[in-house]
C-alpha cells in the first residue's frame, strides 16, 4: 500500500502534534508548502524504523531450534516407532 505510518507510545505526545492534551489518531491529509521538508524527514524515518524493518523481521522468523516439550514428544514417538532421534526428527512420525 506504501501508506507510512508510525506507532506512538502514548496519547499525550500525538496530541503534541495537533495542539491538543491528548489525541488517539492523527491522519495527515494536506501539509503546507513550508512544512513540506519536516514532513519528509518525518515519513522516511517512519518508513526506515517501521515499514522496512517489518519486512525484515518477517522473513527472519524463527530459529529452527525445538523446546523441551516437543523434544521430548519426538523422542517418544521415535522410541515407540523404533528409529533413532535423528532421523526421526528429519522426516515426520
Known amino acids: 500500500m506504501g501508506v507510512p505510518h508510525v506507532i506512538v507510545k502514548g496519547k ?3 496530541g503534541t502534534v495537533v495542539h491538543k492534551k491528548t489525541a ?9 508548502s513550508e512544512d ?3 514532513i519528509a524527514t ?6 526506515a524504523n ?5 519486512e525484515e523481521q518477517r522473513r527472519v522468523w ?11 514428544m519426538l523422542r517418544k514417538r521415535a522410541k515407540a516407532s523404533g528409529q533413532t532421534v535423528s ?7
Open 42 to 47: 518525518i515519513v522516511s524515518a517512519a518508513k
Open 50 to 54: 517501521f515499514s522496512d524493518k517489518y
Open 12 to 14: 499525550a505526545r500525538l
Open 24 to 32: 488517539a489518531v492523527v491522519a495527515l491529509q494536506e501539509v503546507k
Open 62 to 72: 524463527g530459529g529452527g531450534i525445538r523446546g523441551n516439550k516437543s523434544t521430548q
Open 87 to 93: 532421523s526421526a526428527s528429519l522426516g515426520k512420525l
Open 36 to 38: 513540506q521538508r519536516e
